[in-house]
């Protein structure tokens, strides 16, 4: 609607301040807010498609509240509870709209706290930053905060220390065993960096990290037994 237009580009470009602003711009906005919020991002490049693309997304996820800001397409989702998720068929057939339309997605947790949503619609396009950045072979085009929350921390400590320091050599942010690492291979000839975190991100499981870094399990035993060696 016209009214929530209104209300989320003030709240992108900060002109409201306080709950009680918020409240009476939320006041004009139909039909109303639910107690709980949570922000969806939609990203597409084609600039050209969200016309059609909007109208579509309002059908399937059965929300009023959605506009176009910037190069997002941004739904405002009213909810029972902070712990209220959205149906699966839902999240199916969203994920098909999002291969139809060659998208990608960001879909944040709810909160009752008004002047939180600024900062939560923040940290919903960083899980979409971090999930296409991750999702390499966008095999899965939707990203939920929580899935993606402890990445999102560490993408903001790398952020800040290359701010700090003026370069993007993040490797001296880890534990010293890790530069250690990093120093025996510097030119990653061994893949050690790429096998270690595979490896972790795979809960230390062989099989799973032999698949990620397509590579032979005994390669992969191997490597981890020289990394502990090191």
């Known amino acids: 609607s016209p009214d929530f237009t209104l209300c989320l580009s003030d709240l992108m470009e900060d002109r409201l301040y306080s709950t009680e602003q918020f409240m009476m711009r939320e006041s004009n906005i139909v039909p109303k807010l639910g107690k709980y919020c949570g922000w969806i991002i939609v990203y597409n490049a084609n600039l050209s498609l969200f016309s059609q693309q909007t109208n579509e997304l309002r059908d399937i996820i059965g929300c009023e509240h959605i506009a176009v800001h910037g190069r997002y397409i941004i739904a405002l989702m009213s909810y029972d509870s902070s712990r209220a998720q959205i149906d699966e068929p839902i999240i199916e057939n969203f994920r098909k709209y999002l291969i139809k339309w060659e998208s990608f997605a960001a879909i944040d947790l709810a909160t009752s706290i008004r002047p939180m949503l600024k900062t939560r619609y923040l940290l919903t396009e960083e899980t979409l ?102």
């Open 129 to 230: 930053k971090v999930g296409m950045q991750m999702d390499k072979k966008n095999e899965k085009r939707l990203y939920f905060f929580d899935e993606y929350a402890e990445y999102i921390v560490l993408k903001l400590c790398s952020d800040s220390f290359c701010q700090l320091v003026g370069h993007e050599n993040i490797t001296f942010l880890g534990h010293p065993a890790i530069v250690d690492l990093f120093k025996s291979d510097p030119l990653e000839k061994h893949m050690y960096m790429k096998v270690l975190t595979a490896y972790l991100l795979n809960g230390g499981n062989i099989s799973k990290t032999a698949q990620a870094t397509f590579m032979h399990k005994n390669t992969v035993a191997r490597k981890i037994k020289e990394i502990k060696e090191i």
